[in-house]
């Protein structure tokens, strides 16, 4: 069965900086593109960055220049470094793969900005 956790979102300041993971399990992680995706409130999910399977990576452009995603495949785990924060940053933070199992979702990760 797919497993998708992701970890740590915490409360930052604007300009600050967090680093997110996701551990993901039961499919062949190496096989997979992998994307973070994030759902503020009232508003829809959306795919703020990705991980082709060779490593190539895109970005929303509300995010370009100051996050990146990488993937560590030993580990079956994918990152996002966050950096510069916004408050228009703050959301849930979801990993999947791209694009995404429609059925599997994580808890996701909470990321507040706010001074």
Not at 48 to 73: E, H, L, M
Not at 101 to 115: A, E, K, P
Request: hydrophobic share 35%; charged share 15%.
């Amino acid at each position: 069965q797919v497993q998708l956790v992701e970890s740590g979102g915490e409360l930052v300041q604007p300009g600050g900086s967090l680093r997110l993971s996701c551990a993901a399990s039961g499919f062949i992680f190496s096989m997979a593109a992998m994307g973070w995706y994030r759902q503020a409130p009232g508003k829809q999910r959306e795919l703020v960055a990705t991980v082709t399977r060779g490593g190539s990576t895109d970005y929303a452009d509300s995010v370009k220049d100051r996050f990146t995603i990488s993937r560590d495949n030993a580990k079956n785990t994918v990152y996002l470094q966050m950096n510069s924060l916004k408050p228009e940053d703050a959301a849930v933070y979801y990993c999947n793969t791209n694009p995404p199992f429609r059925v599997y979702w994580g808890q996701g990760t909470q990321v507040t900005v706010s001074s």
